[in-house]
């Protein structure tokens, strides 16, 4: 948006009603302190995870005082302001500015705690992505956006006006993108379709691809003979051939007709010993030294530890945590909260980011999904991350089910969610569970006089 200012100069950026006020907001030292409570927690002597109630305004800022720059993680699941009357204050309805001014300090708090090389994931939807893309290009720089992921949320209720809503998004940034490890999603591999074994006692299999591929381009250093077990040599199929017929032999590819080897002559020389010579079959298009169809083909090794320990990039999109997972998980735990992420989502974004000890951190707790999320791929990978969970003691709605069951406030349900979600993964792992801190301390936030 362009505006102008009073001395008619103008100015590129994003404006609202109370962004400066917002600033000077996040500025301000904290009204208070953390105090804490003793035997709400679960381990409280040895955990090193910790839970905090107050308003994530004055939270942030206290943490400040210990952590800035000291985040890897932080996801954060805000009031959408979809208009409906749920938990906190999502109601800024056409207010927007409003949602603006409450974001706007948080972020910039977060922001600080950020290490760097750690990152942020926003979840969001329509309402307020726009808004909250501004904002974080702001805070963060727009030379700092990773990406804005869809996430299929629903696929069930025929709701919406032209469409039918299915989706959020999660929103990315990084506190410094060169900084930010790339992310990456093991691929989970069958040991036993590597059927062979080397003389190390690796395990590997025939690559899919032979060595020649048809589609390639004709490359200089790519056309030469490779010798076959039984001493003669292979070449793919052309028109021009190395003078000499020996291993290795080189010759520079006419045209495209000169078909090439995947590998450079020099890549071959390095790694021959990678390469399993096949029965050609009866179509094979590899030629020998006197220009016949050649009795062999040839396939690259795969290993499987190599195969085992390479990541993927994952997909911009993510369609296999819908919120469906979310109510059947707090079910299952017996706790009453009605707008939670699966902790499947969260887990899967922990485990993007190549950190086994990182501390993960939720400044919008809800039912504390983050802290189950965090133990749940301890337990997965061994890790030792930790968790820092901040959520304002929200008194529940009288007459809802949260109220009913007995919980006063949101912190009650949150804490609850990690003593139960901590029990049963004790009681699934038995002993294992020793080397995970299912444990968590309370801190809670109290006013300055
Ligand atoms: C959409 S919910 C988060 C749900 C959470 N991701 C889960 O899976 O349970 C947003 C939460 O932020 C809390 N909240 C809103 N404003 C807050 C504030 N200023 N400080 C701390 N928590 C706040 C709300 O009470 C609500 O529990």
């Given at each position: 948006?362009?505006?102008?200012?009073?001395?008619?100069?103008?100015?590129?950026?994003?404006?609202?009603?109370?962004?400066?006020?917002?600033?000077?907001?996040?500025?301000?030292?904290?009204?208070?302190?953390?105090?804490?409570?003793?035997?709400?927690?679960?381990?409280?002597?040895t955990?090193r995870?910790?839970y905090?109630?107050?308003?994530?305004?004055?939270?942030?800022?206290?943490?400040?005082?210990?952590?800035?720059?000291?985040?890897?993680?932080?996801?954060?699941?805000?009031?959408?302001?979809?208009?409906?009357?749920?938990?906190?204050?999502?109601?800024?309805?056409?207010?927007?500015?409003?949602?603006?001014?409450?974001?706007?300090?948080?972020?910039?708090?977060?922001?600080?705690?950020?290490?760097?090389?750690?990152?942020?994931?926003?979840?969001?939807?329509?309402?307020?992505?726009?808004?909250?893309?501004?904002i974080?290009?702001?805070i963060?720089?727009?030379?700092?956006?990773?990406?804005?992921?869809?996430?299929?949320?629903?696929?069930?209720s025929?709701?919406?006006t032209?469409?039918?809503?299915?989706?959020?998004?999660?929103?990315?940034?990084?506190?410094?993108?060169?900084?930010?490890?790339?992310?990456?999603?093991?691929?989970?591999r069958?040991?036993?379709?590597?059927?062979?074994?080397?003389?190390?006692?690796?395990?590997?299999?025939?690559?899919?691809?032979?060595l020649?591929?048809?589609?390639?381009?004709?490359?200089?250093?790519?056309?030469?003979?490779?010798?076959?077990?039984?001493?003669?040599?292979?070449?793919?199929?052309?028109?021009v051939?190395?003078?000499?017929?020996?291993?290795?032999?080189?010759?520079?590819?006419?045209?495209?007709?000169?078909?090439?080897?995947?590998?450079?002559?020099?890549?071959?020389?390095?790694?021959?010993?990678?390469?399993?010579?096949t029965?050609?079959?009866?179509?094979?298009?590899?030629?020998?030294?006197?220009?016949?169809?050649?009795?062999?083909?040839?396939?690259?090794?795969?290993?499987?530890?190599?195969?085992?320990?390479?990541?993927?990039?994952?997909?911009?999109?993510?369609?296999?945590?819908?919120?469906?997972?979310?109510?059947k998980?707090?079910?299952?735990l017996?706790?009453?909260?009605d707008?939670?992420?699966?902790?499947?989502?969260?887990?899967?974004?922990?485990?993007?980011?190549?950190?086994?000890?990182?501390?993960?951190?939720?400044?919008?707790?809800?039912?504390?999904?983050?802290?189950?999320?965090?133990?749940?791929?301890?337990?997965?990978?061994?890790?030792?991350?930790?968790?820092?969970?901040?959520?304002?003691?929200?008194?529940?709605?009288?007459?809802?089910?949260?109220?009913?069951?007995?919980?006063?406030?949101?912190?009650?349900?949150?804490?609850?969610?990690?003593?139960?979600?901590?029990?049963?993964?004790?009681?699934?792992?038995?002993?294992?569970?020793?080397g995970?801190?299912?444990?968590?301390?309370?801190?809670?936030?109290?006013?300055?006089?």
């Open positions: 948006m362009l505006i102008k200012k009073e001395d008619d100069t103008e100015q590129f950026g994003f404006f609202w009603p109370g962004k400066k006020e917002a600033k000077h907001i996040a500025a301000a030292p904290s009204a208070g302190t953390l105090v804490p409570v003793h035997g709400d927690g679960v381990d409280e002597e955990s995870n910790i905090i109630e107050g308003d994530n305004l004055e939270v942030l800022k206290l943490l400040n005082e210990t952590y800035t720059g000291k985040i890897k993680m932080i996801y954060i699941d805000p009031p959408y302001n979809t208009g409906n009357d749920y938990v906190y204050s999502d109601k800024f309805g056409k207010f927007h500015f409003m949602w603006c001014s409450m974001m706007y300090p948080r972020l910039y708090l977060a922001r600080k705690l950020l290490n760097e090389n750690g990152v942020i994931f926003i979840s969001i939807d329509d309402n307020e992505l726009a808004h909250l893309r501004k974080c290009d702001e963060f720089g727009e030379e700092n956006f990773v990406a804005i992921v869809p996430r299929i949320a629903k696929r069930t025929d709701k919406g032209h469409f039918k809503p299915t989706k959020d998004y999660l929103v990315c940034f990084a506190k410094n993108l060169p900084m930010l490890s790339p992310f990456g999603i093991a691929k989970i069958d040991e036993k379709k590597y059927d062979m074994i080397d003389k190390d006692g690796r395990r590997y299999k025939k690559s899919g691809a032979s020649y591929q048809p589609s390639l381009d004709s490359r200089p250093n790519q056309r030469y003979y490779i010798q076959a077990p039984d001493g003669s040599l292979i070449i793919p199929p052309g028109n051939f190395p003078d000499k017929k020996e291993d290795t032999a080189k010759v520079k590819p006419l045209s495209n007709a000169d078909k090439v080897w995947r590998w450079s002559a020099d890549t071959y020389l390095k790694q021959k010993h990678l390469l399993i010579f029965k050609g079959s009866s179509q094979n298009p590899l030629l020998d030294e006197n220009g016949k169809q050649s009795k062999w083909n040839i396939y690259p090794k795969v290993f499987f530890d190599d195969d085992a320990a390479a990541k993927l990039h994952p997909e911009d999109v993510i369609y296999d945590f819908p919120n469906s997972q979310a109510a998980e707090l079910k299952s017996g706790i009453p909260f707008f939670a992420k699966p902790s499947g989502l969260i887990k899967y974004l922990i485990s993007l980011i190549d950190d086994k000890e990182m501390t993960v951190l939720d400044f919008f707790c809800g039912s504390a999904t983050t802290a189950h999320a965090v133990m749940k791929q301890n337990v997965q990978d061994s890790g030792n991350r930790r968790f820092i969970m901040v959520q304002i003691p929200e008194i529940c709605k009288e007459g809802s089910e949260a109220a009913q069951s007995g919980y006063k406030n949101i912190c009650e349900i949150g804490k609850e969610r990690i003593r139960r979600a901590g029990k049963k993964i004790r009681e699934e792992i038995g002993s294992l569970a020793k995970i801190d299912t444990g968590f301390k309370v801190f809670r936030f109290v006013p300055s006089q």
